[in-house]
């Protein structure tokens, strides 16, 4: 058999297969193999055939796709154990571990200021003023307190991480 051109025909060029008999020999879903032909430009109406070179076309951007979503998956993953190891990123239980420090740190410096140190002054002084400025003081002590430890946390977890 000849082209146009007289140039002779190649063997692999003659040969077409229907959607049905392409995706028993790949295989594969009829209609995976009719989305993958789609994608690539093939009109898969009603009654066609395809040559093998359009099948290999479609299976070969299937796999083309999939080792992008394998490179991408990858890559995402480097940049996130990078994002670890520099500490912009910590791991959940270390934030859970500072997290439970700190709420253990609040409440035992709320019972040791309100049950321990405040009751025996408050019931020295005559006045609700006087009881009010000192429970004012006593709560501006306890919030420094407090930020003295929540940044203690931060530097503990900041060393667990290096």
Do not use: W
């Not at 140039?7 to 049905?20: C, S």
């Not at 008999?21 to 994608?39: H, V």
């Not at 020295?124 to 709560?139: D, M, V, Y």
Request: charged share 30%; glycine share 6%.
């Amino acid at each position: 058999m000849k082209t146009k051109k007289n140039k002779p025909q190649r063997a692999i060029d003659t040969i077409r297969l229907t959607l049905n008999s392409a995706a028993t020999a790949l295989n594969t879903d009829r209609r995976t193999l009719q989305k993958r032909l789609q994608a690539i430009g093939v009109d898969c109406g009603r009654g066609k055939s395809f040559t093998v070179q359009e099948l290999f076309r479609a299976v070969v951007s299937e796999y083309s796709e999939s080792r992008t979503r394998v490179s991408r998956a990858m890559a995402e993953r480097i940049e996130h154990e990078n994002r670890v190891r520099a500490g912009e990123m910590l791991p959940a239980s270390e934030i859970q571990r500072g997290v439970m420090a700190a709420v253990a740190g609040v409440f035992a410096e709320l019972d040791r200021v309100f049950v321990n140190e405040l009751p025996p002054v408050l019931l020295g002084l005559p006045t609700p003023l006087e009881i009010s400025q000192h429970c004012k003081r006593a709560i501006g002590e306890l919030k420094d307190r407090l930020r003295t430890l929540f940044a203690e946390i931060g530097k503990s977890t900041t060393e667990v991480d290096e």
